[in-house]
């Protein structure tokens, strides 16, 4: 996933260096509050993942499925704020024709979104084997993994927030 994130942001530079005026006008378009939303949902579900961790850690089993449920509920919630915010574009006439910047912003993205959503069904996976127990002090590489999964694609989005939202 970070290799292919590398050969994405690269297209991002290289699209920026050859088209400096459109991404620096391209972020007035773009509604910041949904990328702001998805950030505090993103970070609060990644909370949500280490409290999991600090809980099976102690053999609470129960308590971990929950957190990781949490988890699951506002993660849900960047695929639902990221259908309305893509509407709203389409809506207005940004669309990936739209020009280099834009283009560019889907094809992140949307790419980004692929990612949360295999991490969702990671997470779904987790939850379930948490929920029946699969999980405990002693064994809990499994949950573990989706929650490095999970904070990459957190730390992913920290990445394309700025890009496409803050920075001119």
């Known amino acids: ?4 994130f590398t050969v994405l942001f690269s297209v991002y530079f290289i699209a920026k260096a050859h088209h400096p005026d459109a991404f620096r006008a391209g972020p007035d378009r ?4 949904a990328g702001v939303a998805i950030t505090l949902l993103l970070l ?10 600090e ?3 102690v053999n609470r089993h129960r308590a971990a499925a929950l957190w990781v449920l949490a988890a699951i509920v506002l993660g849900l919630g960047y695929p639902a704020v990221k259908f309305f915010e893509i509407n709203y574009y389409i809506a207005d006439g940004i669309v990936g024709r739209a020009g280099i910047f ?5 094809y992140l993205t949307l790419n980004h979104l692929v990612h949360v959503g295999w991490g969702l069904m990671g997470l779904i996976f987790v939850a379930m084997r948490s929920a029946m127990g699969k999980y405990n002090a002693g ?5 573990e993994a989706a ?3 999970w904070h990459t694609t957190d730390i ?9 939202y803050v920075l001119r």
Not at 102 to 106: A, I, W
Not at 139 to 143: A, D, F, K, R, T
């Open 147 to 149: 929650a490095m999964y």
């Open 102 to 106: 834009y283009g560019t912003y889907y």
């Open 30 to 33: 773009l509604l910041t509050t």
């Open 1 to 4: 996933m970070l290799v292919e």
């Open 44 to 53: 609060a579900s990644g909370y949500c993942m280490v409290k999991a961790i």
């Open 156 to 164: 992913l989005w920290l990445v394309i927030f700025q890009l496409f």
């Open 55 to 57: 809980v099976i850690r």
């Open 139 to 143: 064994n809990y590489s499994g949950l």
